[in-house]
């Protein structure tokens, strides 16, 4: 499909469509990647060899599987921009990941270590670990010295036993979750996590985490299963959309015989909104008129969209924050005029 080919992908992503009625599995996975001299075309000196890479990648997997913290070594010594959320890849649909990654993804249980990949892009160590993090939560709005004297006496109440709940609904500033017991959010795991999110996964199942500071104030939280956890309170980052693309002879992929001028291009694609706006369907416009053949064949269906693709392009942003049957403004891209409508 030309509208899937303007996702362009990250080195470790492909790009799958998910046309299947459910949304696809997740999964995630935390990540070490160490550079050396000798990758083709490496722009900065790392100071070692491979081999000399290979032995601290063996040592530190070595570490991890006497009990080290995965997240703690990548935070250390992982060259991936991902160190700074301790190795977190992210979560991933199947097939999203390039191979080897997917297939060691799909194929893991939970915590398990892959081998060593030695690729061109380096050295790259993965572990499979929970896509989501389920939390309570008790805010104290501000940061004030009697705030934080109220924050050490709630974490001394709740490592004494006391229910978080009872505690959450009589002193939380975040008046949502205190009605509800301080039930909070299921997040999902993404790549650069920070502040709650991150404690959030850096919290082990059971435990009270805290107290940490935001703009917002203090925040104490205890990890949950995410089953617990009523379903509109979970993170979701994935939409069902469908697109049309009107194509121009200067568009990338173009009919050589098409005469049609971008300007004329745009005018149809406006014409598609007005024509949806006025009734029709979208998916019926799609399969009759579409100049993405793949598309056309579908009605349109781009399947399952997931939002922390990191090359997802940016028109699709807004779709994300939108109404199941909002469509988007028409879009200029490489391949012609783009219109796209969410559906789920």
Not at 81 to 94: E, I, M
Not at 125 to 141: D, N, S, T
Not at 207 to 219: D, Q
Not at 284 to 312: C, S, T, V, Y
Request: glycine share 10%.
């Amino acid at each position: 499909m030309l509208i899937a080919t303007l996702c362009i992908q990250a080195s470790l992503l492909a790009h799958p469509l998910y046309v299947q009625e459910e949304q696809p599995e997740l999964r995630s996975a935390q990540h070490i990647l160490l550079l050396h001299d000798d990758m083709e075309g490496q722009p900065f000196e790392q100071g070692r060899t491979r081999e000399e890479a290979l032995e601290l990648m063996k040592d530190l997997r070595r570490l991890i599987e006497e009990g080290e913290d995965f997240g703690g070594l990548a935070r250390e010594f992982s060259n991936a921009r991902t160190s700074a959320s301790y190795g977190s890849l992210g979560s991933f649909p199947p097939g999203m990941l390039k191979e080897p990654f997917n297939g060691f993804l799909y194929g893991a249980e939970m915590g398990e270590l892959s081998e060593i990949f030695d690729l061109p892009s380096g050295l790259h160590l993965l572990k499979r670990v929970e896509p989501h993090a389920a939390i309570l939560q008790i805010q104290l709005e501000g940061t004030s010295e009697e705030n934080r004297e109220l924050a050490a006496s709630l974490m001394a109440q709740l490592r004494a036993g006391a229910d978080f709940g009872d505690l959450a609904r009589k002193h939380s500033s975040d008046t949502g979750s205190a009605a509800r017991g301080g039930q909070y959010r299921v997040f999902e795991r993404g790549s650069n996590d920070s502040l709650l999110k991150l404690e959030a996964f850096r919290t082990a199942q059971g435990e009270i985490g805290g107290p940490l500071e935001s703009p917002l104030g203090l925040h104490l939280i205890k990890r949950v299963e995410p089953s617990s956890l009523p379903r509109d309170l979970w993170e979701d980052n994935f939409i069902r959309a469908r697109g049309i693309l009107v194509s121009h002879l200067n568009a990338v992929g173009a009919d050589p015989d098409l005469n049609r001028t971008q300007s004329e291009a745009k005018a149809l694609a406006d014409e598609v909104i007005q024509r949806v706006e006025g009734g029709e369907s979208f998916a019926e416009i799609a399969a009759r008129f579409n100049d993405d053949p793949g598309g056309k064949e579908r009605a349109g269906d781009l399947g399952w969209i997931h939002r922390q693709n990191p090359d997802l392009p940016i028109f699709f942003s807004g779709l994300f924050v939108a109404k199941p049957g909002t469509m988007s403004p028409a879009h200029l891209t490489s391949a012609g005029v783009v219109v796209l409508i969410r559906e789920k």
